[in-house]
């Protein structure tokens, strides 16, 4: 059975840093991109970083560059994204993501690269 499984969300205050963990199971990580998406309150759904197969390339929004990175350990068959210098803005549910492809290309993050997601974690950032 094709599963992803977050954890590594909670509360934390603006400035504040998280590390957020999806744990693969009936697939390997290093066979597929990943990606880490995040949805706020009436708002679409959006990519936050994209990692290749083989892990050596990474691609990350303006909104989160330079604050975010996105890392796998194909050991563990689990996909992180380290969070740092969070703003109430980055207030979301975040999912972990699966393409939809062995070995896909990817770039920026884009929904329907991706049909495989997890159940999803609350990020607050808030004072």
């Known amino acids: 059975q094709l599963q992803l499984v977050e954890s590594g969300g909670g509360l934390v205050q603006p400035g504040g840093s998280l590390r957020l963990s999806c744990v693969a199971s009936?697939?390997?990580?290093?066979?597929?991109?990943m990606a880490w998406f995040r949805q706020a309150p009436g708002k679409e759904r959006e990519g936050v970083s994209a990692?290749?197969?083989?892990?050596?390339?990474?691609y990350y929004p303006d909104s989160v560059k330079g604050r975010f990175t996105i890392s796998k350990d194909n050991a563990k068959n689990t996909v992180y994204l380290q969070m740092s210098s969070l703003r109430p803005e980055d207030t979301a549910v975040y999912y972990c993501?699966?393409?939809?492809?062995?070995?896909?290309?990817?770039?920026?993050?884009?929904?329907?690269?991706?049909?495989?997601w997890g159940q999803g974690t609350q990020v607050t950032v808030s004072s």
């Open positions: 009936g697939f390997s990580v290093d066979y597929y991109a």
């Open positions: 993501a699966r393409s939809a492809r062995p070995l896909a290309r990817i770039g920026l993050p884009r929904l329907n690269d991706y049909n495989i």
């Open positions: 990692i290749t197969s083989s892990g050596e390339n990474a």
